[in-house]
């Protein structure tokens, strides 16, 4: 029954090495039941992976606890990912102490997958497909943390001069085709400076990218700035429109991403007031 079951049965000793395993394994990881034996679940997965399932099944082992649903990457003989659900019970003897775990792995592969395929979908911009407001406040947050160390960040927002007249001359498929091939080009620029771009909505976009030194801030600038010196094609129409930017550097442990963003929206304004050329401001 064990070995005719779906799903992987398997048990290990107190040091975590497998002292059974059903037949299933070979179907889920391409290995024979015999050569998982005398080995660790760790032993199959990648080297980081490894480190956080062994972090979290220390904590479980350390309460002699059962576990449910524990979410881990292995690595298939064939070298490809398959991404297993593990639950287990502990295998306590008459004075309590713990003689290992007996449990059983599920093949989540494609359901993994499915989630992450909408968890990106959640964060895309669907014109653009630049990543969009929720995506920008998971990257400021990341930014944002002083806990983990890291180059200096720059915010920059910028919008597009007399979009709105485009729209109202040319119309809202214009309009759009212009937005897409903006982003489009602002996408490749940042990308060169190791920086991304978002879209926050009409014409409005924000590139978060490192800055350690002028010189890092000056070629992001220009790569943007440089985004329109040449003119957009709208269904043969050629278009020469320029756009208006705002600088905030980010400050770690000091203010939240909403906090970060309304600066640099603030330096924007300043920007399109002033109305100089590059038409940029700094906060």
Wanted: aromatic share 6%; proline share 4%.
């Amino acid at each position: 029954m064990l070995d005719t079951n779906s799903d992987w049965i398997w048990e290990v000793d107190a040091q975590g090495r497998y002292t059974y395993a059903s037949r299933h394994a070979l179907a889920l990881l391409g290995y024979e039941p015999r050569e998982m034996l005398g080995r660790t679940p760790f032993d199959f997965m990648p080297a980081d992976e490894a480190a956080r399932v062994g972090e979290i099944f220390g904590g479980i082992v350390a309460e002699k606890r059962a576990f449910a649903g524990l979410i881990n990457r292995n690595r298939h003989r064939d070298g490809r990912i398959v991404v297993l659900e593990t639950s287990g019970v502990p295998l306590l003897d008459a004075d309590g102490s713990l003689l290992g775990y007996r449990g059983i792995d599920r093949d989540v592969t494609a359901r993994d997958a499915e989630l992450a395929r909408q968890r990106d979908l959640a964060r895309r911009d669907d014109l653009t497909q630049l990543g969009n407001r929720l995506a920008l406040r998971e990257r400021l947050i990341d930014v944002l943390d002083a806990s983990a160390p890291r180059p200096p960040h720059l915010v920059i927002m910028l919008d597009l001069d007399l979009f709105k007249a485009v729209n109202d001359s040319l119309g809202h498929k214009a309009g759009d085709t212009l937005l897409a091939q903006a982003a489009a080009r602002l996408d490749r620029a940042s990308a060169t400076c190791g920086a991304r771009t978002f879209r926050l909505g009409g014409d409005e976009f924000v590139v978060v990218g490192e800055a350690d030194g002028a010189a890092a801030e000056a070629r992001l600038l220009t790569a943007i700035e440089d985004c329109f010196l040449m003119p957009f094609d709208l269904d043969g129409r050629l278009l020469c429109i320029s756009a208006s930017l705002g600088v905030a550097t980010c400050l770690p442990g000091q203010e939240t991403p909403e906090v970060t963003l309304a600066r640099a929206d603030h330096a924007l304004y300043q920007a399109k007031e002033k109305r100089q050329s590059p038409r940029s401001s700094r906060l």
